[in-house]
């Protein structure tokens, strides 16, 4: 089994808390954030971690990541491709055609990747995602007529959203674009055919964009010695 993690984010709102590294490599817990995604996905069985990069970053990435179990080969965009494009391109380095785990590299996430594969594999599915229940970034007001009722602090919404965790069989790559993002494009398409499934996720799911979600990260890993 492989996977492709992509990495090409360039921690610009971390700010000085990213010392000059690529966002994926910026430590939490005292190791890189892409090194949780690497260990869980040998957990999975993952063997071989295709990592989509900027290109000059390759042998930054191999030496990071190195060592904790998977044969690590980074994959260069020499421009950047976006997400989709960049699955894509990474996608063209795989020993073998077959299911490929996809994930992001700057993110804490406790999906259950076996179940995830498990639930594609029975579907029959071209790709499967994970969605996490979305919550509303505000407090809301309770309402009846115009007399208030009451407040809820960042409620639970109905909806879900995908959190960039899939399984993605060959039918599902072969839709992905050379340039720009699947979630515009290539999923949209495989769900109006009834092509993508879904996995409901309820668990951790932690995107370190600012100063303030890398200590979210640091706390949540300071609460749970040894994750994942």
């Known amino acids: 089994m492989e996977a492709i993690i992509l990495a090409g984010g360039r921690a610009e709102r971390l700010g000085d808390a990213a010392q000059g590294r690529p966002k994926a490599l910026v430590e939490v817990g005292g190791r890189p954030l892409a090194e949780y995604q690497v260990a869980q996905l040998a957990g999975a069985g993952v063997d071989r971690v295709l990592v989509s990069c900027a290109s000059g970053k390759e042998e930054l990435f191999e030496t990071a990541l190195g060592g904790i179990g998977p044969e690590i080969v980074a994959v260069g965009e020499r421009e950047p491709l976006g997400r989709g494009g960049g699955i894509r391109f990474a996608a063209a380095a795989r020993r073998e055609p077959g299911d490929v785990f996809a994930l992001n590299g700057d993110e804490l996430v406790d999906v259950d990747l076996t179940r995830l594969l498990a639930l594609h594999r029975e579907s029959s599915a071209a790709g499967t995602i994970t969605v996490v229940p979305l919550r509303s970034p505000f407090g809301v007001v309770e309402l009846e007529g115009d007399l208030v009722t009451g407040f809820r602090e960042a409620p639970r919404l109905d909806e879900w959203v995908s959190c960039g965790v899939y399984v993605l069989g ?54 749970n010695p040894g994750w994942p």
């Open 170 to 223: 060959d039918e599902a790559l072969e839709r992905f674009p050379e340039r720009g993002d699947h979630e515009t494009t290539a999923f949209p398409e495989l769900a109006a055919e009834g092509r993508l499934r879904a996995l409901r996720h309820e668990g951790l799911w932690l995107t370190v964009n600012t100063p303030k979600d890398l200590r979210l990260a640091e706390e949540h890993l300071a609460a």
